[in-house]
């Protein structure tokens, strides 16, 4: 199964800062175990969000040039219109959110595949849209083998 990993995740990972939690240590091992077995997913939105806001050059090159290493999902129009969909439908609920964060839905329902995110606004969605969440499985207790 593939995931579609989100903007919070890839950020985590590429951050210049490495005074991490243990809880963000784990999830970037789950985001290199994904990698390593070849199921990480980027669309061009999250690509862009990303890059966008990266003042320094070689920076910007290193990270693109790090992230050229995945491959754009293809977007649709019926993402649009899903995305669309969505925005709508929570709207309605009273559940703000940006256009892209329901293209990302939309992308991941098209292809039933979960998002890895730290996005707390994706639980919110996923309660009034079909998106499935990834939840990394936690590390095994080494005492009870």
Known sequence: ??????????????RRNKNISIEE??????????????????IGPIRQELLSGISAP???????????????MPIDSD?????????????????QGSHIDFLICAVACRNNMPLFTLDKDFELYSRHVEVSLYIPNPPKDRSSS
């Open 79 to 95: 993402d649009y219109e899903v995305a669309a969909d969505f925005f709508n439908r929570c709207r309605k609920k009273g559940i």
């Open 25 to 42: 240590a784990g999830l970037i091992k789950e985001l290199v175990r994904i990698i390593q077995e070849m199921k990480a997913a980027i």
């Open 58 to 72: 070689e920076q910007y090159k290193t990270l693109r040039d790090k992230l050229r290493a995945f491959e754009d």
């Open 1 to 14: 199964m593939r995931v579609l990993v989100d903007t919070s995740i890839w950020s985590l990972a590429f």
